[in-house]
């Protein structure tokens, strides 16, 4: 079965500053990967993902994600801290419960709080 | 707007009362999910519809049933609820086969409390 672990439940960091998220997974098979963003009282939306092509990935609002499969790792990079960016960041992993059905498998989510 | 739409936002229940979250997607979209969202848990899969006609288990199913009314529908009934079900459901939809290049679709969630 497919797992996703998120280092650190809360990370903190200055405006302007690097936002590094992390994520590791567990896959028998290679993975389809994502980070979803959550603000308050809303829904996730998506920010970036990777299906085996480049493994450098850039989403929307300036952050990338950088797959390693020796170090089973797609952390999440941002190199300037904004506000804004402030919310629950979930790196979640694609698992195909047979044949075409695809189902996301989440970890358990990463406060990131942006101070002025 | 294009979407998934649940239905109602905030819902207060008694214990053993019985409630229907709905949840419909305009899309086209032929898979769709239920998660809780709870504190310091992530997301879990309580229930999904590969495709019209056909449901599964998720990760927590244990007192939710689920219905696939249709192609756009999905629900998700708690026939007897508890205060272990307090928590926010939210309802997603994708294309079938390989994840679609636009990942799963979210909707805004229902805020469930059980007293």
């Known amino acids: 079965a497919q797992s996703v672990t998120q280092l650190g439940s809360h990370v903190s960091v200055s405006e302007g500053a690097l936002v590094l998220l992390r994520c590791n997974y567990s896959s028998s098979v290679p993975p389809y990967l994502f980070w979803y963003v959550q603000y308050p009282n809303q829904g996730l939306q998506l920010l970036l993902k990777y299906t085996s092509a480049a493994t450098l990935v850039k989403g929307i609002n300036g952050f990338e994600a950088e797959f390693k499969k020796s170090e089973t790792s797609f952390h999440l990079t941002k190199p300037s801290a904004h506000m804004s960016d402030a919310a629950e960041y979930f790196c979640a992993v694609s698992s195909n419960s047979g044949g075409s059905n695809y189902k996301l498998t989440f970890g358990k989510g990463t406060l990131l709080t942006v101070n002025p | 707007n294009a979407g998934v739409t649940q239905t109602p936002k905030f819902q207060v229940l008694k214990t053993g009362q019985s409630m229907t979250l709905q949840c419909a997607q305009d899309?086209?979209?032929?898979?769709m999910y239920w998660y809780r969202q709870d504190p310091g848990m992530g997301l879990r899969l309580i229930y999904y519809?590969?495709?019209?006609?056909?449901?599964d288990k998720g990760e927590v199913p244990n007192g939710y049933n689920v219905s696939r009314l249709n192609k756009r529908e999905f629900s998700l009934r708690l026939e007897s609820a508890a205060p272990s079900q307090t928590s926010v459901y939210f309802c997603?939809?994708?294309?079938?086969?390989?994840?679609?290049?636009?990942?799963?679709?979210f909707g805004s969630g229902t805020r469930l409390t059980v007293v």
């Open positions: 899309m086209n979209h032929n898979s």
């Open positions: 997603a939809s994708s294309e079938s086969g390989t994840p679609s290049f636009y990942g799963y679709t």
């Open positions: 519809s590969a495709s019209e006609g056909t449901t």
